[in-house]
């Protein structure tokens, strides 16, 4: 007699569903979250995220619709409801070569671990047909799981390996906007990864999913409006009118003190005008229907849905969330850019127009900071640019939320091939201490030294001094890249070197530079900064130039010299290797001077409020650690007693 799990297993496999299930009703009736899924762990239900059931529904295999694109804003439950039901059926119902592309293999792991191998593992008709992972079986590994009559598997865009082996019939590809424009010299992860489905073109089924980022860059908002543009209407619970669910239809009301109330945040009704509490989302939610706002004859086979954050079930994302999310977010464009990119599902547009020079100029203000430091100013770094017969230095103070003040602009002459050179530099770095109005003595923390010229000269120099936080960088240009690309060890010169995505730390500036308000990321010059620093820091625009159709953004000198912008930028560079916020120090800084009974305001003027925000567009995690080369230190609160050298 087979023994009874055998017995159970093959009765199961012989259960196979009718095929023409629509996804929504198969995971209703077969899907299981994991306990990890937390308040939503359980049976999944398609009616608490009403909006999804189309979009899932379309991806049914008796559905004609060959490729879903959804543009869409975090927390909407598309991870589950779309992407993890989907291979779910996949595996159930319609076994084929399947494939998840996320935009880094990292990021594909933690998809498997953290969603997928846990949901596989507690729904009963999948936990059947998969085996869970061992090490060394490669028939299920975390990234790959084979189940009978297929496969799954998850890949990173940044692997051409993972992208070019395999025939694919069901294909998701997720967060494209976050895929590399190349992906190893092969093209455009996202074309290649389409090429994979072409021998199941009459019978292949693709998602592409993603926040977007910038207007005419954004490859899922390019997708979104070839497509025939749905959104979401809900009826107004007064006069029924169908609507979409907008952020400027949202309203709050503000304290007598002027103090904006977020929990008093309503829908305007853009009929009646009355105003709708977020509670009727309960009835709003499934009583929406997808809208088509574009037609674009394509025969259905492509369908684009647009979803923000805003629709989130209760429970979820809520309004007054966003509504406190929003006035954090305001305060810099950058963290504003997040805010309407990720809860908006928007596309941000740059603003063209290039800052002028003279604007600038006109703002500087009366400071000597060898005389005084202007209070806000925490933590101080250095940058350093290597000309043919000068070393030109800018230091930079820093205070809370990335305000920052140029402090002095100093230029060594002399050769680069001159010791002399380099030792007057080092003393300056070394000796120079700035007063603060605490009575504080600040001295500079960190030093990037570009090694784009002279580099073996910049190495000799930085090799010695990598304990006093001085660092040879190397600009790398290109759209997309984090701030710090990598840190490498070049064997011949035995130091660190670290390649900085350039355009990214420009974009950071660039949009700070448009603040007209000091606080929060705003940018200060003293008045001995000259009208030639200026013309230096606006001497590059962003411009946009299409290359095999695909728009691709870079920063261009508009005139030869740029000095003044790459020292801003390399300065930048310098709170990102250390992984420093500047915030942190203004806090240090504040209690210090509370101890001595002195006011704490002068260094946090709001109360540290910009904190969250930041935090919210807090740069991309380095790709490795970046400790000091032999062993990894402790991370110790920043200290105000006995400061020198960060570590
Ligand atoms: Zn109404």
Redesign the pocket.
Known sequence: MAPKGFVMRAAARGLRPDPRMPLSEWADRYAILPPEAGPEAGRWTTHRVPYLREIMDRLSPHDPTETIVVMKGSQIGYTQGVILNFIGSIIHQTPAPTMVVMPKQDLAFQLSRERLQPMLRKTPVLAERIQPPRSRDAENTITFKRFPSGFLLLAGANSPSDLSFHSIKFLALDEVDRFPRDCGGEGSPVELALTRTSAFENSRKVVIGGTPTVAGLSEIERRYLSSDQYKYHVP?P????YQEIVWENLVWEKAADGNHLPDTVRLR?V??K?LIEEHHKETLLPAGEWVCTARHGNDGRVRGYHISSLYAPLGFYSWPHAVRDFLEAKKDPVTLKTFINTKLGLTWTEDAERTEPEHLAARVEKYDALQMLPAGVALITAAVDVQADRLECEVRGWGADYETWGLQLAVFGGRPDDAKTWAALDHYLMHTRYPHPSGEQIRISITTIDSGNWANLVYDYCRPRWSRNVFAVKGVGGAGRPAVISRNKSKTNKVYIYRLGVDTLKDTIHARLKLREPGPGYLHWPDNYDMEYFRQVCAEERRTRYSKGFPISEWHKTRPRNEGLDLLVYNLAALEIKGVDPTAYAKALARLIAERGGDPATVLPEKGEGEVALAAVAPPPPEKKYGPPKKAKPKRKPQYRNRGWLD
Do not use: L, M, Y
């Open positions: 107004c007064r006069c029924g009118a009704c009929s009646c009355a």
